[in-house]
């Protein structure tokens, strides 16, 4: 088995050096949180690696009805949660380990990156438990809270139907009022992830549904608690059909479940009726940052393997590494796996910022869509970059890295298709509030540049400036181009969205490296390297990825073509 790798250095880099974690919370030192990440990591290296290529051979299966996950997830769920590694950044009232969000970020994306697929059950069931405690009522907190946190009971989230996927405002499934002030419930859902499997003892599908006279489309669905046992563990009427072959995450079961075939499924409201797409959207919200780290987190790993196999494979007699083509593609893994931690963990402090009152979520609803597509798309391409690094032995199973192809794509696809994230992005991100949001952090990114004149980045400063500045040209035209010609405007919202990401990620790749740039003034000593190594990080970026900018832009503004009209 390859050996488990992880940037810690890079972690914390972010953490203390360019977030000041602990000045945020003065009850954590760096220390406190340095011993939470490394155990956390031990835990990954030693329990949670050696699943995933096991995992990954075994998958899951159905029997006469019974989904069965691999074996090897029973002992390390168990330990998991024994652990308390579940309970980590919940309030400790309902008996979790408080931490930062930002370090709560980095241990989800050390679990994703160590076993992708072990990590779904994880994080659906946190989304889940999430929901019950903003929205439950006190009495589904008191029954249900307790066995999730124990890592008893999982959770899901059931939105998808055959008829309606991208679209979810055309589900079908039915709630209707029973005299006890329940809903039976009856409909089919489907990919339904981790949707009935042997991992738990019971588990809790958070349901979208329509109840009768319900308006049509998203404004006519509500959200249903339905446990697959009642809680004094009488069967509710939830089965699973059947479970999906499919390319990666084979650890993790994709459920077609039917909800009510007996007419004996009983849900519970959660909120009110109609209610159900906001409710649900604090729970897509966290998954989609989620699937961010998700693809984050597969980059980061298979840079690093990749990076190890370079240095030993020797080819024309030197290491790979030292060959031209190797080190860009190396470099260009790098430095995008490192811009995406970075994106990913300033979200988490974000977060943190927000709990602590100092201010409001619209800069986590800008960037939620930015990390769930671009680090998921980037994500991707950087694993697929590892099979080339690795030659022949990167499309063999031996080297691990083929999975992370395989396990990293379905990012780009479940919780709103990255296409669905564009336009979201586009119109409701930007084009609602004229880039009032956008604007605003703009303004920071211009702090940034002038503050690092002095280090001589002449060029790269100036390409990340001008990419802003023409930013203004996309917007003036997508204003003119809206009334008549929407349909080409949407047309143009992932290129917008990938241009606005590069800006993104070449700013906080800057701010890292002017800090770096600062902390070499300081001293030279052994982490000297590293320190170097986030400067490259940022000119490399810059010359491969910021610059594509140019072109997306004439693509969107210069030819200004109207494909929406074009006969495929
Ligand atoms: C492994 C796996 C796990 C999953 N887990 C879950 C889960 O736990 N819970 C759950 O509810 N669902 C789950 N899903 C479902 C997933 O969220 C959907 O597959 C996804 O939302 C896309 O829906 P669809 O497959 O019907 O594709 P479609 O909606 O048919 O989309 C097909 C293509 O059309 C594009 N498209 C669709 N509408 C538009 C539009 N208006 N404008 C522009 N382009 C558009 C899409 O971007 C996509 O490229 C899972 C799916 C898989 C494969």
Same mark, same amino acid.
């Given at each position: ?5 992880a ?13 000041? %974690? ?33 995992a ?19 002992? %390390?769920?168990?330990? +998991? ?21 930002a370090?709560?970020?980095a ?49 899901t ?33 489907? +990919?339904?992830?981790a ?19 319900a ?15 009642s ?7 939830v ?66 393997l $990749? ?27 790098? $430095? ?38 671009? $680090? ?44 669905i ?14 880039a ?27 390409l990340?400036?001008l ?41 906080l790749?800057?701010?890292?490296? $002017? ?23 940022y %000119? ?29």
């Amino acid at each position: 088995m390859v050996l488990y790798k992880a940037d810690l250095r890079d972690i914390y880099f972010n953490l203390f050096d360019f977030l000041n %974690l602990p000045t945020l919370y003065p009850q954590f030192n760096d220390q406190d949180i340095r011993s939470i990440i490394e155990e956390f990591n031990k835990f990954m290296s030693q329990e949670v690696w050696p699943t995933r290529e096991m995992a990954d051979k075994a998958g899951v299966h159905i029997n006469n009805g019974v989904v069965t996950v691999p074996t090897c997830f029973h002992e %390390l769920n168990q330990k +998991f949660c024994e652990n308390g590694w579940f309970k980590l950044g919940y309030p400790e009232e309902i008996g979790g380990i408080w931490v930062p969000y930002a370090v709560s970020i980095a241990c989800t994306s050390l679990l994703n990156g160590a076993n992708a697929s072990y990590s779904i059950f994880i994080e659906l069931t946190h989304g889940a438990m999430n929901i019950i405690l903003k929205f439950g009522t006190p009495q589904m907190k008191e029954q249900w809270i307790s066995p999730m946190m124990e890592g008893q009971f999982g959770g899901t989230m059931c939105l998808t139907e055959p008829g309606a996927g991208s679209d979810v405002g055309a589900l079908s499934t039915m709630a209707t009022p029973r005299s006890d002030g329940k809903y039976q419930i009856k409909g089919t859902k489907l +990919f339904i992830s981790a949707g009935d499997n042997d991992l738990y003892k019971n588990i809790v599908h958070l349901v979208l549904a329509r109840t009768p006279g319900a308006p049509k489309g998203t404004k006519g669905i509500s959200l249903f608690m339905v446990p697959k046992f009642s809680y004094d563990g009488q069967s509710n009427d939830v089965v699973c059909n059947k479970i999906e072959e499919k390319m990666g995450i084979h650890g993790s079961p994709t459920c077609e479940l039917v909800f009510g075939g007996n007419d004996n499924c009983v849900g519970e409201i959660i909120g009110q009726e109609c209610e159900g797409m906001a409710q649900m959207f604090v729970m897509m919200n966290e998954v989609r940052l989620f699937c961010g780290v998700q693809g984050e987190s597969q980059a980061n790993l298979a840079y690093m393997l $990749s990076e190890s196999y370079a240095r030993e494979r020797i080819q024309f007699g030197k290491p790979i590494i030292d060959l031209p083509d190797v080190k860009r593609m190396l470099l260009k893994m790098r $430095s995008k796996a490192r811009g995406l931690r970075a994106l990913n963990l300033y979200i988490g402090s974000l977060f943190d910022r927000k709990h602590l009152g100092e201010i409001t979520e619209a800069e986590i609803a800008l960037l939620t869509p930015i990390s769930k597509a671009y $680090s998921t798309d980037e994500g991707f391409n950087v694993c697929v970059e590892a099979c080339q690094v690795h030659g022949g032995y990167g499309y063999i199973k031996d080297y691990a890295v083929e999975q992370f192809v395989r396990d990293a794509k379905i990012a780009t696809i479940y919780e709103g298709t990255n296409g669905i994230q564009a336009m979201d992005f586009l119109t409701r991100k930007v084009l609602k509030d004229q880039a009032k949001i956008l604007n605003e952090l703009f303004l920071k990114i211009h702090i940034a540049i002038k503050k690092a004149q002095p280090y001589g980045w002449h060029k790269e400063l100036a390409l990340l400036s001008l990419s802003i500045a023409k930013t203004k040209d996309i917007l003036n035209f997508y204003e003119k181009s809206k009334t008549s010609k929407m349909d080409a405007v949407l047309g143009t919202a992932v290129d917008f969205l990938n241009y606005i990401s590069r800006i993104v990620l070449a700013w906080l790749l800057l701010e890292q490296a $002017s800090l770096a740039k600062e902390k070499l003034g300081l001293i030279r000593d052994a982490d000297g390297e590293y320190l170097e190594s986030k400067i490259t990080d940022y %000119l490399f970026y810059s010359h491969q990825d910021l610059a594509l900018n140019a072109g997306l832009f004439h693509s969107i503004c210069v030819f200004g073509e109207d494909y929406s009209k074009i006969i495929v």
